[in-house]
Every structure is written in structure tokens, then in C-alpha cells.
């Protein structure tokens, strides 16, 4: 079972969150990586160049991504990374939908021996470490949210009391309201 953690992150957040990546090695690549990508480094600088809606922030220096080519479908010829061998961490971005309510993300990792990922190895302890660091690092920047299993961020939160709805982006999510 994949370790997750949903968020609600505005723009500000998330050039603050990147930020705070610059101290590790993670490389970013799209959900789907064309032919042609070249991987760049995870920091503040580099924000306006990340793809649009998700994205895998590979651990580089612990260890390679795994990748596979995508055979069928609209991505054919696209490059998919196992999200279950690689040390990569999933996240998919805060967006707005179409009536100005801001959706939530979630960054997830998968840490443990699952039988249904197949995962024989659990992840090395350097990864296991650094994907902590990342979660403490919301944990203590960010606000609970109700639901519980939600963090806003500071900006978002501002947003929210400036009258912003926060909307889990599942299917007929309902809005959350961050603690003060």
C-alpha cells in the first residue's frame, strides 16, 4: 500500500514547497515522458517548466528510474515509469476547475512489500528517509484540514478565508475546510 498524502497547495505553496526540494537530489519528469525529455533538477528556478498536471520526482542519486514503453493507447511510444521499482515520488498538482474552486493534490510513494504490487524489496532506507523528510516538512509547514486526511497550505488557506473553496478532486469530492 502505497504511502499517501493529500494536499491543498495555491501557487505561492508550491514555489515554497519546491523551494524546499532543492536540498535533495529529485529530478522531475511528466507522468508520460516523451522520447525527447531531458530530466531537470527539482527547485525553485526550474517551477515554471514543470508539466502541467502530474509528475514523478525521481530520487536520482539513490537510484535510477525504471521505465517502460507504453505499447497502446493515445501515449504510444511514451516512456511510463514504474512508480513501484524506482524511487520516485507521485505527485499530482493542485488545479482549479471550472468554477474557480482549486482541487486537491497528493503526493504518494510506495515504501512497503505489498503483494499486490509486487514489490519483492522494500524501499532503501535512504529513500524511506527522504520521502519522510517530505512529509514532515508539510506536516509542519501546513494546516490539518477537515477531513483529517488533508493539509493546506498557507497560502491556500489565506485564499480560503478570502472565500477560495477547496475541493477534494475524487469523484463528487466535497470541500475542505483547513483549522485554524
Not at 526540494?21 to 522531475?28: A, G, Q
Not at 525529455?37 to 542519486?61: C, I, M, T
Not at 507504453?70 to 498538482?93: A, H, L, N, Q, Y
Request: hydrophobic share 35%; glycine share 6%.
Amino acid at each position: 500500500m502505497a504511502n499517501v498524502q493529500k494536499f491543498f497547495m495555491a501557487p505561492e505553496d508550491e514555489v515554497a514547497f519546491f523551494r524546499f526540494l532543492e536540498r535533495f537530489v529529485l529530478e522531475v519528469y511528466p507522468r508520460r515522458v516523451p522520447p525527447d525529455w531531458e530530466g531537470f533538477r527539482a527547485s525553485e528556478e526550474n517551477h515554471p517548466q514543470l508539466p502541467e498536471e502530474d509528475l514523478y520526482l525521481v530520487a536520482s542519486d539513490i537510484g535510477p528510474a525504471i521505465v517502460d514503453k507504453v505499447k497502446r493507447g493515445p501515449d504510444k511510444g511514451s516512456w511510463r515509469i514504474d512508480e513501484v521499482r524506482s524511487p520516485v515520488i507521485f505527485m499530482e498538482r493542485c488545479r482549479k476547475n471550472e468554477e474557480g474552486e482549486l482541487l486537491s493534490g497528493q503526493l504518494w510513494a510506495e515504501l512497503e512489500v505489498t503483494p499486490q504490487t509486487g514489490r519483492k524489496d522494500a524501499a532503501s532506507d535512504h529513500f524511506r528517509r527522504l520521502y519522510l523528510d517530505v512529509m514532515e516538512y508539510l506536516k509542519k509547514t501546513y494546516r490539518k484540514g477537515d477531513p483529517k486526511d488533508f493539509l493546506v497550505g498557507p497560502k491556500a488557506a489565506r485564499l480560503f478565508k478570502e472565500g477560495l473553496v477547496l475541493r477534494d478532486s475524487a469523484h463528487r469530492g466535497g470541500t475542505v475546510v483547513p483549522h485554524k
